[in-house]
């Protein structure tokens, strides 16, 4: 382990399937499909279902595979250990359901994935108490702290409108309180962003989006970062206290999380991140890069009276970002001058894809209001920062002029 900290963020992705057993000397993890596994004796089958000797019981549980991508984005991570699963809203809901109890009180950002928002909605049927507070600001998340809260959960930059929560201030907090601190790391990515950086105790990554970023594939990951003592929480049930009690959690939720949910990650598709997963360094520069000239463009256009993107000074956490992102990333909304008509203006556009999704290889645009966050209605869409002029673009890796020239086309031709 020590020669392989030193080395550095793509290098360990590219070779870490080669710290273990190489197989046949492939020089990736070969695909395993098999679900159920022969042992060498009876003896050794009791050893590995309870966890006294490492091997694999049952594909739901776990597979050669996922475990080699799963090492890859602890890597990435620097954290103690990862699970993969099926998609990052199963990551997202295998953390709540088995690290909160009915009677517990979590507070998230107010500025979050839409499906996480659903998702939390249902907790609160189950009784789950949860506050949404503006996390741009700590003071409101330490506003909204009671005796039963347990965890707090944020992004690092909020779809559509770009809203960087207040990281480090959170990381204290939280650290100060005791309680849980959960970041969904997904559009940073690992390469931008470390929440281990920010005192965060979970990492939460969806691999669907930059980390295998051809769109051809789901997954989800969480990681645990090693720095909150699960020996002071409630909801560890006594079975998986075994071992350095950084690690309880971790267990808790492979065990449960996978058992209770089934949303596992299919051998194929942890080959395919993987795969998606060695570039992710060189796509998320090129894209960052690309994002920024393009948000200094839009921003310049009469036609466009907002642009959204941490890169530019104006943007109310531009230093936050800048202290804390190896760059700023590929996500950039627009708000239209209202008296253009957004459909006509997208579909006057012909490099990008009109198309949900993010952090792909090609440039995607969305009209929010009446997709994506249709459901939520115009108030919480105004609370957001949206309206119905609102565009998010998905900056990919392509020649930043000809998306500059098709930008400039449609808004000035
Ligand atoms: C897409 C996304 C998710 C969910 O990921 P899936 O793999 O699509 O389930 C969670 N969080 C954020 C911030 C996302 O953008």
Redesign the pocket.
């Known amino acids: 382990m020590s020669t392989e900290t030193k080395r550095g963020f793509t290098t360990q992705i590219l070779h870490g399937d080669r710290q273990s057993t190489i197989e046949h000397g492939s020089n990736c993890k070969p695909i395993h499909t098999a679900i159920a596994y022969g042992y060498k004796d009876a003896r050794e089958i009791a050893e590995v279902f309870q966890g006294s000797k490492p091997g694999y019981s049952y594909g739901r549980q776990n597979n050669p595979t996922t475990t080699a991508l799963e090492n890859k984005i602890t890597a990435m991570e620097q954290g103690t250990g990862s699970v993969a699963f099926s998609?990052?809203?199963?990551a997202?809901s295998a953390v709540m359901l088995t690290l909160l109890r009915q009677g517990d009180h979590l507070i998230a950002s107010r500025f979050?994935?839409g499906?996480?928002n659903s998702f939390l909605n249902t907790l609160m049927n189950f009784g789950i108490e949860v506050s949404f507070v503006d996390a741009t600001d700590s003071a409101q998340v330490a506003a909204a702290v009671q005796p039963n809260t347990r965890m707090v959960f944020v992004?690092t930059i909020a779809?559509p409108c770009t809203q960087i929560a207040d990281l480090k201030g959170i990381g204290q907090l939280c650290q100060e309180k005791q309680l849980v601190f959960v970041i969904?790391n997904?559009?940073t990515s690992p390469y931008l962003f470390k929440p281990i950086k920010v005192g965060a105790s979970l990492s939460?990554n969806?691999?669907?989006?930059c980390i295998a970023g051809h769109g051809d594939v789901?997954?989800?990951a969480v990681t645990e970062l090693g720095q909150f003592d699960w020996s002071r929480y409630d909801n560890i049930i006594d079975t998986y206290k075994k071992g350095d009690s950084r690690n309880w959690a971790l267990t808790q939720i492979k065990k449960k999380g996978l058992r209770d949910t089934g949303a596992t990650l299919d051998s194929m598709a942890a080959h395919h991140i993987a795969v998606g997963a060695e570039t992710l360094a060189l796509r998320m520069s090129k894209i960052s890069d690309n994002a920024l000239k393009l948000a200094q463009f839009l921003n310049q256009q009469e036609k466009i009276v907002k642009v959204f993107y941490p890169g530019l000074t104006e943007h109310p956490e531009h230093d936050r970002a800048t202290e804390l992102f190896m760059a700023y990333g590929g996500l950039i909304s627009i708000n239209l001058d209202p008296a253009l008509d957004c459909f006509e203006f997208l579909n006057r556009l012909q490099v990008p894809i009109i198309s949900s999704h993010?952090g792909d290889n090609r440039t995607l645009l969305i009209p929010v209001a009446h997709t994506i966050f249709y459901e939520m209605g115009p108030e919480r869409r105004a609370s957001m920062g949206i309206d119905d002029n609102t565009i998010r673009i998905s900056v990919g890796i392509e020649d930043i002029e000809d998306l500059i020239n098709d930008f400039d086309r449609v808004l000035n031709g």
């Open positions: 998609t990052g809203m199963a997202i979050i994935f499906n996480t992004e779809n969904d997904t559009m939460i969806s691999l669907s989006k789901l997954g989800g993010l």
